[in-house]
């Protein structure tokens, strides 16, 4: 046996799941000579209870062997697979082809009989089963009979059934064992949304100063996240921010007395990271943002960067954390040409445990104010081994907590950060636009990486907006929700993408008078009345979600054909076996990513990927629009990207 899954490739760490994950066991098992073998997988849940599964061949010739299991318990499952020698269905393969020429008829009722005795008598079988499997040993030892009738014992479901459930095993062999950790729901399914609480409810006075939101301001825009649907609310640092070297508006180096500076320059005289800005509030107004925040069904993530200001009580108290040059100066954080004047990175290399037990205390500081969510900002700048460490350390007595990692880096060391223990990872999505690019970023996600690696499929982020979104219009806003709140069961949308905020500043790839460096209050209710809001969009996004189990599964993505170079096609589907119902769930997803376009074309679709026939016809309901058309095989399709560029339909059997 080879190839155990699921797995990491190098065995090191525990593949992942969620709870309520559907999740494919396999193995490639193989014997000598012509035999037919079986195999089980043997899985153990956190409480050790083991229950056996039968799993199925797969693609002919292959000799891979897969089956789906859901695990719906949160901890730590293990697991391996049993192989054997099949005596029954060996028996059977043989018996089909030497009875009907005449060759050693006699001779297979026999060995049919005796192994069909054999199982009779094994007491793991109920009594139905077993009085079921003696009469087919005298059916076939009963010369009384016609040939026919002892051989339908050869193919008689009900004894086949029976020895598939308890199959009349020899020569068994065991793999090793495997580990499968089941994390909370939410480690794996969520709809972000993020915003700045200093904007929320900010004011601005006559003489150019603000009045900065705060935590009880920012509570009255929870409704309105709510009503998006979205469940997960990520909020960029909130702790004091340094005096020096401040950034002004659009990353300059003039700050006006009036400019906030980052919230990313942590750390000032009112204190560093188990501090709050005075401006928002205090403790208790942040455990009553994080209350209402519970009440409208959303849950709070905090924004864990490990980094200061030069004012940041650690630069004194622990210079030996920082890279101090040859000059005496201390170096500031760069990515050339970008240059962060204001943020001091930290030296792990310096006080390792140091540096470990007070990023251990601060992260048990907010748990302890009831934050079981970190968005963790440029984890690729920081060692692997310490992200292992703590988040073990954490999982000890939070084994709730989530970890978000912000790495657009090279992928072994984003699908590195995934391995040691982030529960969810930051990806390429943004960057990918085209058919070609998407393809290949969808099958990556869903079958390369899925057993260790979450993609969280933010359209944008403060720091990010595309040429696509730029240049796109409402249309590329439009796909791009709809695309990432389909394609995986996470995905994040940072405030003001619903107004179409496309404009950059010059020369870079994030928008102009950036949320970064300044207040950005905005009236959303204004921007809905005006017909200039994607919110409703998103919401009926998020509710589609909800509605959809297939949406909420990593694993189930399969890509289909088209005959336009824009035109993606995809399906998710969940078998009813999985579902709450018992009614499976197919969703076919069918997108124009060229946004300055209309497109026609024929999609070509293997129906069998999400339960349907090959040749069957079936009904497709557009859950956007509610229009419903019967679709087969291959289908004509046109998608305006000006009025509707995808469809998200429901795909339904019909029934005679």
């Known amino acids: 046996m080879l190839d155990i899954t699921p797995a990491l490739p190098d065995h090191l760490w525990?593949?992942?799941a969620v709870v309520g994950e559907v999740v494919e066991f396999g193995a490639t098992a193989f014997r000598e000579g012509h035999d037919l073998i079986g195999t089980q997988l043997l899985l153990t849940d956190p409480s050790g209870t083991t229950t056996a599964h039968r799993l199925s061949p797969g693609a002919p010739g292959l000799d891979r062997w897969e089956g789906l299991v859901r695990v719906d318990v949160e901890g730590d499952y293990t697991f391996r697979v049993r192989a054997f020698a099949d005596d029954w269905a060996t028996w059977q393969h043989a018996a089909e082809i030497k009875v009907p020429a005449g060759i050693d008829v006699e001779l297979m009722f026999q060995i049919g009989a005796g192994?069909?005795?054999?199982a009779a008598d094994q007491p793991e079988r109920s009594e139905d089963a077993r009085a079921r499997l003696s009469a087919a040993a005298r059916t076939l030892l009963d010369d009384e009979r016609s040939i026919d009738e002892r051989a339908a014992v050869i193919s008689?479901?009900?004894v086949s059934a029976l020895l598939a459930d308890i199959p009349l095993a020899s020569l068994e062999s065991f793999s090793d064992e495997r580990t499968l950790r089941v994390e909370r729901r939410r480690a794996g399914v969520g709809s972000w949304y993020e915003f700045f609480p200093r904007s929320e409810g900010a004011i601005k006075n006559a003489d150019g100063s603000w009045q900065s939101g705060t935590f009880r301001t920012a509570a009255r825009r929870l409704e309105g996240v709510a009503a998006m649907g979205f469940d997960v609310l990520y909020l960029p640092p909130i702790h004091p921010i340094g005096h020096a070297f401040r950034k002004g508006p659009n990353n300059t180096m003039n700050p006006g007395p009036h400019d906030p500076g980052s919230p990313w320059a942590i750390g000032s005289a009112?204190?560093?990271?188990?501090a709050i800005h005075p401006d928002l509030g205090t403790v208790e107004d942040f455990?009553?943002?994080?209350?209402?925040?519970?009440k409208h069904g959303i849950e709070v993530a905090l924004d864990f960067a490990l980094q200061a200001s030069p004012d940041h009580p650690w630069v004194t108290e622990h210079p030996e954390w920082f890279t101090t040059l040859p000059d005496g100066t201390i170096a500031y954080a760069e990515n050339p040409p970008k240059k962060y004047q204001d943020i001091y990175p930290i030296n792990f290399d310096n006080d390792p445990e140091g540096i470990r037990q007070e990023a251990l205390r601060v992260l048990r500081h907010w748990i302890d104010l009831g934050v079981h969510i970190f968005r963790v900002d440029n984890p690729h700048t920081k060692p692997l081994d310490f992200w292992e460490w703590i988040m073990h350390e954490v999982r000890q007595t939070h084994p709730d907590v989530v970890f978000l990692a912000e790495a657009f880096t090279r992928p072994a060391m984003l699908q590195g950060l995934a391995k040691v223990g982030f529960q969810q990872s930051y990806s390429y999505f943004t960057w990918r636009n085209t058919k070609e690019e998407l393809e290949e970023f969808f099958q990556s996600i869903s079958h390369e990486t899925s057993d260790f690696l979450r993609p969280n499929l933010f359209v944008n982020t403060p720091d990010i907006l595309t040429e696509y979104l730029q240049f796109g219009g409402p249309s590329a806003y439009t796909i791009r929700a709809a695309?990432?709140?389909?394609?995986?069961?996470?995905?994040?949308?940072?405030?003001?993408?619903e107004l179409f905020e496309n404009v950059a500043r010059p020369g870079a790839e994030e928008n102009i008078d950036n949320e970064k460096y300044e207040y950005k209050p905005r009236d959303f209710a204004a921007a809905e009345q005006a017909g200039a809001s994607l919110g409703l969009f998103l919401g009926l996004l998020?509710?589609?979600r909800r509605e959809h189990p297939a949406l909420q599964q990593l694993r189930n993505l399969t890509l289909h054909a088209s005959d336009d170079d824009s035109i993606l096609v995809y399906s998710k589907f969940l078998d009813g076996a999985f579902t709450e119902s018992g009614t499976s769930d197919r969703i076919l997803v069918v997108a124009n990513v060229d946004p300055h376009s209309v497109r026609e074309t024929t999609v070509h679709l293997d129906t069998t990927a999400f339960g349907i026939p090959q040749g069957a016809a079936y009904e497709v309901t557009d859950l956007v629009t509610g229009?419903?058309?019967?679709w087969g095989d291959h289908n004509y399709v046109r998608l305006d990207a000006f009025s509707h560029p995808v469809h998200i339909f429901e795909a339904k059997e019909i029934r005679p």
Do not use: C, M, R
């Not at 192994?115 to 054999?118: G, I, N, R, S």
């Not at 009112?270 to 188990?274: I, L, P, V």
């Open 627 to 630: 229009e419903t058309y019967t």
């Open 483 to 497: 695309l990432a709140a389909t394609a995986a069961p996470v995905w994040g949308v940072y405030s003001g993408f």
């Open 287 to 294: 455990q009553f943002f994080v209350a209402e925040a519970q």
């Open 156 to 158: 008689d479901e009900t």
């Open 270 to 274: 009112e204190g560093g990271h188990d």
């Open 115 to 118: 192994l069909a005795a054999l």
């Open 14 to 16: 525990p593949a992942k």
């Open 542 to 544: 998020n509710k589609i």
